[in-house]
Nanobody, 121 residues
Framework: VQLQASGGGLVQAGGSLRLSCTVSGTIFDINDMEWYRQVPGKQREWVATYDRRGGTNYQDSVQGRFTISRDNFKKTVYLQMNNLKPEDTAVYYC????????????????WGQGTLVTVSS
């Protein structure tokens, strides 16, 4: 099972980017899908969650600017980032809670490789 993230890049403040993260491999189901970000030298921080039932939740600093969405058929989660600010500069990681088999009673955590977002002022 692998998560492949893409969509990062360099953008000016006020601009937009859309990140994607796709799950590949043999799985039974996907529960929560999330985005995190990390600035070098700092801890990785949670950004947004799209849960199995369609609920979403955001870190306060991105509320109203970022939108998380999900395509279950494509096994893909997206992060639409608008009105980007220099403080949004970070490596963005996706995370998925995956049920590998119907016979397993627990989810397994998988992370994508990260995609760099740089916002210039």
């Amino acid at each position: 099972v692998q998560l492949q993230a893409s969509g990062g890049g360099l953008v000016q403040a006020g601009g937009s980017l859309r990140l994607s993260c796709t799950v590949s491999g043999t799985i039974f189901d996907i529960n929560d899908m999330e985005w995190y970000r990390q600035v070098p030298g700092k801890q990785r921080e949670w950004v947004a969650t799209y849960d199995r039932r369609g609920g979403t939740n955001y870190q306060d600093s991105v509320q109203g600017r970022f939108t998380i969405s999900r395509d279950n058929f494509k096994k893909t989660v997206y992060l639409q980032m608008n009105n980007l600010k220099p403080e949004d500069t970070a490596v963005y990681y996706c995370r998925a809670q995956i049920l590998l088999s119907s016979e397993l009673p627990y989810n397994s955590d998988y992370w994508g490789q990260g995609t760099l977002v740089t916002v210039s002022s």
